[in-house]
């Protein structure tokens, strides 16, 4: 019985799902299905109840499953150590990062990384903050980026920087000619904001709701770039970190203004509790938290 046969079923059990298996194995679907077979046989027991609307680990399943993830991890942290005392920093990492730390706040230091260390391949997947805290407890991925990084059971976080919060308006908007804005200013105001369940709009929701003050939620999108589109076509106005806005700024798309008092985007980096970090994954998140 190969090791890989075990990374596989526990890929499956993971993700829930023979295809998202067969997509991090580099294998197809079929592929999946003769090793989960041939492991079902080896033990003689079904492991997985196979259902199209349920996926469910039988008790054998569980047992290999917890069994074979020790297996996994032992000889993970073989292969990690053995790169370490050979000072050989490679390999892939898989990281997945909401789009607005994906699209401004990494690509500099992605590229400071792959520079020093050129051997690493860095596969970067942009989604949402609950998709990839799903990712990382599937083990889909072995990195996220996330703001506002909350508690999980499964999940370690490491802290990074804090983004400081602006407000966007259209360069025509009497706020442009303001040095700062005041909370109770946006009373009223028509805001663009993200859409409810994310993490920046809770965030910004608590912060008004702690003033006393209510906007009119004119247009809730899920990213960025969509929120600073519908502020530079004078819909309304928005409160976003000012790490994204800074070519919009210098093209005088949106003009940016300080709020009054210190508001900020706390950033963070995760990966699954117990997870063994191979030496190129601990040299990312070195990078990341020295310089983001």
């Keep these: 019985m190969q090791i890989q046969s075990f990374k596989v079923f526990c890929d499956v059990a993971?993700?829930?799902?023979?295809?998202?298996?067969?997509?991090?194995?580099?294998?197809?679907?079929?592929?999946?299905?003769?090793?989960?077979?041939?492991?079902?046989?080896?033990?003689?027991?079904?492991?997985?109840?196979?259902?199209?609307?349920?996926?469910?680990?039988?008790?054998?399943?569980?047992?290999?499953?917890?069994?074979?993830?020790?297996?996994?991890?032992s000889y993970e942290a073989i292969q990690h150590t053995m790169q370490e005392l050979k000072d050989i920093i490679s390999g892939d990492i898989r990281v997945a990062t909401v789009y607005s730390i994906g699209l401004h706040d990494l690509p500099p230091y992605l590229k400071k990384f792959l520079q020093t260390y050129p051997t690493v391949n860095v596969h970067v997947e942009y989604r949402r903050a609950n998709q990839v805290y799903e990712d990382i407890i599937g083990n889909?991925?072995?990195?996220?980026?996330?703001?506002?990084?909350?508690?999980?059971?499964?999940?370690?976080?490491?802290?990074?920087?804090?983004?400081?919060?602006?407000?966007?308006c259209h360069p025509d908007h009497p706020f442009a000619k303001r040095t700062m804005v005041k909370l109770k200013m946006l009373e009223g105001q028509k805001f663009i904001s993200f859409e409810p369940d994310m993490p920046t709009r809770k965030a910004l929701d608590k912060i008004l709701r702690a003033k006393g003050v209510k906007v009119q939620h004119a247009m809730e999108f899920d990213n960025i770039e969509?929120?600073?589109?519908?502020?530079?076509?004078?819909?309304?106005?928005?409160?976003?970190?000012?790490?994204?806005?800074?070519?919009?700024?210098?093209?005088?798309?949106?003009?940016?203004?300080?709020?009054?008092?210190?508001?900020?985007?706390?950033?963070?980096?995760?990966?699954?509790?117990?997870?063994?970090?191979?030496?190129?994954?601990?040299?990312?998140?070195?990078?990341?938290?020295?310089?983001?």
């Design 14 to 73: 993971d993700a829930r799902s023979f295809t998202k298996a067969a997509q991090l194995n580099s294998v197809t679907q079929s592929a999946v299905s003769q090793t989960l077979t041939s492991l079902e046989n080896h033990f003689k027991s079904l492991l997985v109840e196979r259902s199209k609307k349920n996926f469910r680990l039988t008790a054998e399943g569980e047992v290999v499953y917890d069994y074979g993830k020790r297996l996994l991890q």
């Design 226 to 292: 969509t929120v600073k589109q519908a502020v530079s076509l004078d819909s309304g106005v928005a409160i976003v970190p000012a790490e994204t806005i800074k070519l919009e700024v210098a093209n005088r798309f949106v003009a940016a203004v300080k709020l009054e008092g210190r508001y900020y985007r706390q950033l963070g980096a995760i990966y699954r509790k117990n997870k063994v970090l191979s030496p190129a994954m601990k040299q990312f998140l070195v990078l990341l938290k020295e310089t983001m």
């Design 140 to 168: 889909v991925v072995d990195l996220g980026l996330v703001a506002y990084p909350h508690p999980h059971p499964k999940v370690q976080i490491v802290p990074l920087r804090r983004d400081p919060l602006v407000l966007i």
